[in-house]
């Protein structure tokens, strides 16, 4: 995979890091965790791209047609563990500038809807996260 040393999503040499809950989903092409219990709620994923690279078009006909099917996977798997009602999907790489993308899970009770839902602090119980992680991987392994 091509590697941009500067970045802090690339993996490092030798290999990826190990997030401390371990991996949602991990293949050639793409990486995803639970976000960190601090500033997302439980189920909330980042998927993160395993090469280095920024934007939608500069994907890989591979990496193109793996990231669909990917997404439908884990809008499953996240509407089932968590109950959500909808599964919004965010990817700005303003920040990082590494392809990565968020899954939030809203639901049906969560007061707030689309944008505002997405600019609301977040954040959760530690517990409730790894509960959730737990949750997603079972469904994926289901599906």
Known sequence: MTANSDCPYCPPEGGDQEPIDGWI???????????PAETTMPGALKITSRRHFIDFAEMTP??????????????????????????HLVSTRDRVQHFHAWLYPRPASH??????FLAAP???DPADAERAAHAIR??????
């Open 25 to 35: 989903h991990r293949d050639e092409h793409w990486l995803v965790a639970q976000g």
């Open 62 to 87: 591979p990496e193109a047609a793996s990231f669909g099917p990917l997404l439908t996977r884990l809008d499953a798997a996240l509407r089932q563990a968590t109950d959500a009602e909808r599964v």
């Open 111 to 116: 007061p707030l809807r689309g944008t505002d």
């Open 122 to 124: 977040q954040h959760s």
């Open 138 to 143: 079972r469904h994926l392994t289901a599906q």
